[in-house]
């Protein structure tokens, strides 16, 4: 069976989030697929980090990229042969029109929940296009339980076409001196409104006899301000050969969200045994269970401040969550995957 695929989310460098899913899923199919062919579709020429072609791999660049998923992918999808027999899209938007099935990936409906923290195009966009997408989609992966009830919610699809696949972490290798000589706790993501790095600040700097800095790790996203504050130190976007040593060497990882699609530097510190601090809120409990700590609703400074003083009392056997995060691989994600792909 030949597969379509849109792969744009993972051809791009720096990655985060969708990035790594999508680049991470691509790689898994490569690699475990024996059976069936696929025909890559991107905007531009594959980086040198994606699959190399090969007999039942190949790609199909497609030109000019403006408003690709509404006209230039649908356009190639009923003109050019050979055409797929099904499409999977490694992000949410499909293709506007489809002469054959679509599977989409949804990783969150952070803009349906939270539409303030977004800019006015890209809510307009987000709602709309992913809209259509469901709609068209012959079946969805979302990326955690609350995900798909977030999906089934919002927009009415059957549950039974949804199927709910955990992406994996990436083992990480700790080499390198740590960041900063003293004792820090740390967050990681994109710097957002509704990552509620704020209230975290504002907790953090509340701890009066607290001898650690705070550091601040990941690219500034929608409408967010850093905010200069003693002891808290912003590092930017770490690449993925620094996070080993800069997630080991924490006291803790916080991640304080208001809403998390999944959070996979949550079991990435899991992996390194280092505990962590998450919101009691959407997908971080199916991640994390009771191997960390919480920070219960309603998720603002004085909860947080109680979350840190919790983490710092390190009561939780952190071999248990070292198990527990050696349960997602990107592997089992890919399977599950194909396991609906083979049923077309």
């Excluded at 800069?246 to 809403?259: D, Q």
């Amino acid at each position: 069976m030949l597969i379509g695929v849109d792969a744009n989310e993972a051809n791009v460098n720096d990655r985060v989030g969708s990035n790594e899913f999508a680049y991470q899923i691509l790689w898994q199919l490569y690699r475990q697929d024996k059976k069936n062919q696929y025909l890559i579709y991107l905007k531009t020429k594959p980086l040198k980090t994606l699959p190399k072609s090969r007999i039942g791999w190949e790609y199909r660049i497609l030109t000019p990229t403006i408003f690709y998923t509404q006209w230039r992918l649908p356009l190639s999808l009923y003109l050019d042969q050979p055409r797929p027999k099904i499409f999977l899209t490694l992000g949410h938007y499909a293709p506007r029109f489809s002469p054959i099935p679509t599977l989409i990936c949804i990783m969150d409906l952070a803009f349906l929940k939270f539409p303030q923290t977004f800019k006015f195009l890209d809510l307009w966009q987000l709602k709309n296009w992913t809209a259509y997408s469901v709609r068209r989609a012959s079946h969805i992966f979302s990326i955690s339980q609350a995900t798909k009830q977030d999906i089934i919610n919002y927009y009415q699809f059957k549950s039974n076409q949804i199927t709910v696949v955990y992406p994996g972490i990436n083992r990480l290798t700790v080499t390198g001196s740590k960041p900063i000589k003293n004792k820090y706790l740390l967050y990681i993501g994109t710097l957002q409104p509704r990552k509620n790095i704020d209230a975290l600040i504002a907790a953090f700097n509340s701890i009066k006899s607290l001898n650690y800095y705070l550091l601040i790790a990941g690219k500034v996203g929608w409408k967010y301000q850093i905010k200069s504050a003693p002891q808290v130190k912003y590092l930017g976007y770490v690449a993925e050969e620094k996070l080993g040593v800069l997630i080991k060497n924490s006291s803790g990882l916080i991640l304080p969200s208001l809403y998390e699609g999944f959070g996979i530097p949550v079991l990435q510190a899991m992996s390194l045994g280092v505990p962590v601090l998450v919101s009691r809120n959407s997908s971080l409990p199916e991640i994390v269970g009771n191997c960390g700590y919480y920070i219960e609703p309603p998720f603002d400074a004085d909860a947080i401040r109680t979350g840190i003083i919790k983490l710092l009392s390190g009561k939780i056997n952190q071999r248990l969550a070292q198990i527990r995060a050696q349960e997602f691989s990107w592997s089992k994600s890919a399977a599950k995957i194909l396991e609906v792909i083979n049923d077309y």
